[in-house]
T-cell receptor, first 116, second 112 residues
Framework: ETGVTQSPTHLIKTRGQQVTLRCSSQSGHNTVSWYQQALGQGPQFIFQYYREEENGRGNFPPRFSGLQFPNYSSELNVNALELDDSALYLC???????????????FGPGTRLTVL | RKEVEQDPGPFNVPEGATVAFNCTYSNSASQSFFWYRQDCRKEPKLLMSVYSSGNEDGRFTAQLNRASQYISLLIRDSKLSDSATYLCVVNGPGSTLGRLYFGRGTQLTVWP
């Protein structure tokens, strides 16, 4: 196991609702990245947090937002849910020497979100 | 154009077969390359990093051709337990360093 945990495991929401997903990084890791994986596709980068600051963002609208806490755990918030937001949401933790190194990212088990 | 392109398969091979997967990446400035394995409804797990000189880990061999921007994975003596989706992954270069770009994955089924 990677030591990265996510909650909840599964979630069902309806269009227009808001959702918060949580991730606890592996001990000693200060960087958390979030990815969205739609069915049949590879994960897509949403954003990354390093030492509580956003450190890069993919092509996702502003209704996708995040936080990182002093203990390096992180939240992903999605407002105004749309049907296409149904996906597996993965977080990955790493511990680069700087905020932009290429250290291995270790993935949590994911949260499966279904939007009806 | 997608950053990483992969043939989604599926590949169906008998136990003991040798199978090869390929992918291409679009940004010539990319510096880090990986193969991840993903089992059904599970998270991706790092299988191996890919180095310019090529590298081997047991039955798995990864190759990188920077000139062609091409990455390969060879699996020898396939086992039933190798059945999974194999994701080709490239770390973003420059300002996108630290973000991983995934191919859509190649599905492998090994049958007895």
């Amino acid at each position: 196991e990677t030591g990265v945990t996510q909650s909840p495991t599964h979630l069902i929401k309806t269009r227009g609702q808001q959702v918060t997903l949580r991730c606890s990084s592996q001990s000693g890791h200060n960087t958390v990245s979030w990815y969205q994986q739609a069915l049949g596709q590879g994960p897509q980068f949403i954003f990354q947090y390093y030492r509580e600051e956003e450190n890069g963002r993919g092509n996702f609208p502003p209704r996708f937002s995040g936080l990182q806490f002093p203990n390096y755990s992180s939240e992903l918030n999605v407002n105004a849910l749309e049907l296409d937001d149904s996906a597996l949401y993965l977080c990955a933790s790493s511990s680069p020497l700087t905020g932009t190194s290429t250290d291995t990212q270790y993935f949590g088990p994911g949260t499966r979100l279904t939007v009806l | 154009r997608k950053e990483v392109e992969q043939d989604p398969g599926p590949f169906n091979v008998p136990e003991g077969a040798t199978v090869a997967f390929n992918c291409t990446y679009s940004n010539s400035a990319s510096q880090s390359f990986f193969w991840y394995r993903q089992d059904c409804r599970k998270e991706p797990k790092l299988l191996m990093s890919v180095y310019s000189s090529g590298n081997e880990d047991g039955r798995f061999t990864a190759q990188l051709n920077r000139a062609s921007q091409y990455i390969s994975l060879l699996i020898r003596d396939s086992k039933l337990s190798d059945s999974a989706t194999y994701l080709c992954v490239v770390n973003g270069p420059g300002s996108t360093l630290g973000r991983l770009y995934f191919g859509r994955g190649t599905q492998l089924t090994v049958w007895p």
